[in-house]
């Protein structure tokens, strides 16, 4: 054999592993792809509602392999053994077309039947599990109110009733009790939205005037990451929202802070003329769309959102009350709620402990002053359409950096 004749069929392969190759870098996964274990894996679940939505997905994947290897199998086999060997064989006129063997069809059709139904059983059985928590758990399962805005969501406990307002509201971080069935009541105010968990659960559509829900279930505390999975506008891709499932104690302890009022830092202190006077550097610029999340949220996320439960030792008290007034000053209060400090906006997230939780601008930032910094600098240049720029411009506010800088000492201080 030339050695030509023998490297051609392998530059052949080669190029084959190549676009194959290119094509798994390609779909969407991130650098681990081949362990399928991102933050939005639905192969490594970590509840039953998405552990049956993935016994569906293997049970169509293994039904399908078989049909492809059989099918695959026969065309194979049928252009190798009745290749045209010759040139007098390409030529001939085909041999004539017989009418068909009864028996096969029969059998073929009894065996689509029977792949259909192999996969029609568990998927019916996962359509009325995962609609609702079963029965026999309901006396045990959480009820939570979620809404989808553009582009953020809400989150309303409706057992948890604060005297003087009304059910305890969050936004952007659902707050779970790990173990325990959670019912979520699915709404929006505005556009369709869709609420999907990968891990856990999904995804159900958030539509006008229609009453929607889906359950799902952390085993074990953990931090998850969600997602809206339906267009719904010009930053559909960064409405995104995290869940935290916590052990009973840990979750009454969060409920138990969450009901408080938000934190007031002693005006007394105020006069500690040798406090720092901003707490970070200034704002450094960053490009449209950089990436917002350090890599401590990769290794230990449910270990960095503990940490950001507790008050910054380093606090600035004088700068923390210039950034109140500034709240009201530059109208925040007209669209936010702080909860205790006499801020009651409802149009955007309610701020009352937004220094507790690890994102800001729904699941995009993570939460520290320099990102916030640069929200409030310029939350165009990191979510397009946002109503807070809008709100920016139609109230002719502008931030100096000084304002800014106590603004987020402010809403920092919020725990
Ligand atoms: Cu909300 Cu897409």
Redesign the pocket.
Known sequence: MRLSKFLSPLARWGRAAFALGSLALLSGCDYNWWRMDGHQSTIKVAGPVAKSQLDVFYVTCWVTLVIFILVGGVLAYASIKFRARTEAEEKAIPPEQGPGNPLIEIGLIGASVLALVIIAVPTLKAIWYTYDVPEDRKAESYEITAT?Y??WFKFEYPSEQIAGAGALVTANELVIPAGRPVRINLRTVD????FWVPKLAGKVD?IPNRANHLWLQADEPGYFWGQ??????DS??L?RFRVIALGPKEFNDWLTQQTEPARDVAPARVADQNAPKAQFASLRTFKQNESGISAKFDTEPLEAWRSQQFPDRGENPALIAQGKALFKEKACLSCHEVRGHGFAGISGPTLTHFGSRSTLAAGLLENNPEQLQRWLNNPESVKAGNKMAKGYIDNNIKLTPADEVALVAYLLSLK
């Open positions: 989808g553009q582009w556009a369709i939205h869709s958030m809206c999975a339906e267009f719904c506008g559909h891709a409405m």
